[in-house]
């Protein structure tokens, strides 16, 4: 059967699976440049999206959408303003059955809906090592506008079981009140701010968590809380919920900013609080589950936090961690397909690959580029010869947010110069840091603990011997958000390593994503002309220069 999962609001993406197996997911965003979290406002796109690998709308079995906080979206489709019910966002949070789909029809279209953490939750436990070997997992779900509520899934994901919140509080706190510091307090609202996490991510990383700022914010926090919970009609359970939520954090942070604490320290401690509420939150949690399930997997757009992800791994509270590549919402429309999947046949797990997304584009390049053919031992020898930075594009897209190598920026890291070169030519504050890709069977030698992670999802120390060898790669705070790779997952990367490290000794490269500020990856080389600025684009076998390199 063929099921075709829809998310129309921000992070649009359509996602198809076919008897079991995921065939496409193709995101807004990484059509023509679209901005970042780009949503999808004509249902024409998701047709013209499933005609790339020759799908339409009238082939799926089973058409699902995405839940969200408003009962419905104006689309525009087929020339008209169609309505697009959409399932429940609380409330299904809340149910004993989440993945419960709601019938709806727009047009001649009919299809399901389920709640907005149905899709976080089944994208994550699918997707797994768990599901794939028919494991029970616990599941956490964090959302900007939701508590992180937990949930049980012993295999069958009909038959998830909500266990509960594990503390009340929005993802958004995080960006709420460390976005109340400089440098973040000028910020603009609306799209912008779903970046923010990640920048107030890399700048914690300048300060050190202060005792007495994590001592106030406890404090601070559970009597907002309390004051909500005598207000709200919910109790306890959604007494902070959504925008109120969000509103009661901005009247609290004002109150959280200490004399005698610098902002970066408070930014610091907000990040190490929040980490440590989640540790705490699922120790208690454990407690009270029967026979827990010792495999977690991490979802929701907080589990893009690299630092929480290696907290709660390193916590020793579970045997395995698992965060899917695409824990935002870019992952929701693989998600609601897999929900409509498991009610349709009961499968719960889903062969996939990140590299799912779409094929690279055949625009007509700008003839001033010079073409070559390149192989990659030729590319390795060029980039160790010329100590340049390179677009690097091959093959189909990589799922969600981050750059894995299909559409990336590879560099050598040999210089920290590189580091603020990177920043500059993508416009990017110069805390921000640069990812590493590393051999995966050279990663333990040189980070700690170098274990494979495929997926940039969590933190690494870059070992002492390494770090002056490595300084591009390695954070002010000694760590790397590294991304390691193997034959099977990329060899085109793996062979360009392997080159490298046979020419310099390092079986390392700076790995950050190629697109315009603001915008999705590139879809093909002639945007990565336009763009211009770096003096090398590769693309399967042709190195293009850029005129003025060449001169
Ligand atoms: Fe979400």
Redesign the pocket.
Same mark, same amino acid.
Do not use: K
């Given at each position: 059967m063929k099921f075709c999962g829809i998310k129309i609001t921000h992070d649009g993406a359509v996602a198809v699976i076919e008897d079991g197996r995921l065939v496409m997911s193709s995101e807004s965003e990484k059509v023509a440049n679209r901005p970042r979290y780009s949503r999808i406002d004509e249902l024409g796109d998701v047709e013209v999206l499933l005609d790339e690998f020759g799908y339409a709308l009238d082939d799926m079995d089973v058409v699902a959408f995405d839940g969200w906080h408003e009962p419905y979206k104006i689309r525009r489709w087929r020339g008209i303003d169609v309505e697009v019910r959409l399932g429940p966002y609380v409330e299904g949070i809340r149910s004993k059955t989440l993945i419960n789909p709601v019938q709806e029809r727009t047009l001649d279209l009919e299809y399901l809906t389920f709640p $907005?953490?149905a899709g $976080?939750v089944a994208a994550a436990y699918c997707t797994s090592p768990f599901a794939v070997a028919s494991e029970p997992a616990l599941v956490v779900s964090w959302? #900007?506008l939701m508590y992180p509520y937990l949930y049980d899934c012993r295999g069958d994901l009909t038959k998830l079981r909500t266990v509960g919140a594990l503390f009340p509080l929005v993802g958004n706190a995080y960006s709420v009140l460390a976005g109340s510091f400089p440098p973040f307090d000028q910020r603009t609202s609306g799209f912008e701010n779903l970046g923010l996490a990640g920048k107030i991510m890399a700048y914690a990383a300048l300060g050190t968590p202060h005792p007495t700022a994590m001592a106030a914010l406890d404090s601070a926090l559970k009597d907002c809380h309390a004051a909500c919970c005598r207000e709200s009609p919910f109790g306890t359970d959604d007494a902070f919920r959504l925008e109120s939520g969000v509103a009661q954090l901005e009247a609290l942070a004002p109150t959280i900013h200490l004399d005698g604490v610098s902002p970066v320290d408070m930014i610091a401690s907000i990040s190490r609080y929040l980490g440590d509420q989640l540790v705490e939150g699922l120790d208690r949690a454990l407690q009270t589950i029967p026979d827990a399930p010792r495999n977690l997997c991490l979802t #929701?757009?907080t589990a893009l936090n690299i630092n929480w992800n290696s907290q709660i791994r390193e916590s020793g509270l579970f045997e395995n961690v698992w965060v899917p590549p695409f824990p935002?919402?870019s992952g929701?429309a693989l998600g609601v397909a897999c929900c409509a999947m498991a009610v349709a046949e009961g499968r719960s797990q889903v062969e996939w690959d990140v590299y799912s997304g779409q094929r690279l584009g055949t625009s007509a390049v700008d003839p001033a580029w010079k073409p070559s053919p390149c192989s990659l031992p030729e590319l390795a020898r060029l980039m160790d010869e010329t100590g340049e930075p390179v677009v690097f594009l091959t093959g189909r897209a990589e799922l969600g947010p981050r750059a894995l190598g299909h559409r990336s920026i590879l560099a050598p890291a040999t210089h920290r110069s590189m580091h603020d070169r990177l920043n500059e030519m993508k416009g990017r504050e110069a805390f921000r840091p640069v990812a590493p890709v590393c051999l995966e069977n050279a990663a333990p030698e040189i980070f700690d603990p170098g274990t494979p992670d495929p997926y940039m999802l969590f933190r690494h120390h870059v070992r002492d011997s390494w770090r002056d060898r490595l300084p591009a790669i390695c954070h002010v705070d000694g760590t790397a958000r590294l991304q390691t790779v193997n034959e099977a997952q990329c060899p085109e990367l793996v062979e360009l390593l392997t080159a490298y490290r046979e020419i310099s000794g390092m079986p390392v490269l700076c790995n950050t994503s190629a697109n315009f500020k603001n915008c999705g990856f590139f879809p093909d080389v002639a945007s990565a002309m336009t763009w211009g600025k770096a003096p090398y684009i590769w693309s399967d076998g042709t190195i293009y220069e850029r005129p003025e390199a060449s001169s």
């Open positions: $907005h953490y $976080h959302d #900007g #929701g757009g935002n919402d929701v």
